[in-house]
């Protein structure tokens, strides 16, 4: 079972790789560039939206959403493009995963601006 998962992990990763080059790619609709390039800044970023700390829903999004994103946006890549982009992420695999910071600094920017409307909250029921 274990290699199992460890196999659909590596499957996931070159999946993600692939994505990274198609978004890239001048034969790739913008629609698709759009949709693909968020699904890779979001699994690149080191920060995710709901944090691994939360019990069961901080691993929602790295279960469910990011596999169904690289579902979704494979399925409207071309295939020639996909072939492409698969020899150029085999050769990417044996490197480190680009991070992606601006995704990063948004989400953080996100969860500060909650963490102050949910103190800004609070005062107001304070006082």
Request: net charge neutral; with cysteine; charged share 20%.
């Amino acid at each position: 079972m274990f290699q199992k998962l460890k196999e659909t992990a590596k499957a996931l990763k070159k999946q993600l790789f692939i994505l990274y080059f198609a978004y890239q790619d001048d034969r790739v609709a913008w629609y698709t560039k759009l949709f693909t390039a968020c699904v890779v800044a979001y699994a690149f970023s080191p920060i995710d939206l709901i944090p691994d700390f939360i019990p069961v829903l901080g691993y929602l999004d790295d279960l469910i959403l990011v596999p169904l994103g690289i579902l979704l946006a494979l399925k409207m890549l071309p295939q020639d493009v996909i072939a492409d982009c698969t020899v150029k992420a085999e050769t990417l695999m044996r490197g480190d995963k680009p991070k992606n910071w601006f995704v990063a600094g948004f989400i953080l920017f996100l969860w500060c601006g909650l963490a102050v409307w949910i103190g800004a909250k609070v005062y107001d029921m304070i006082h």
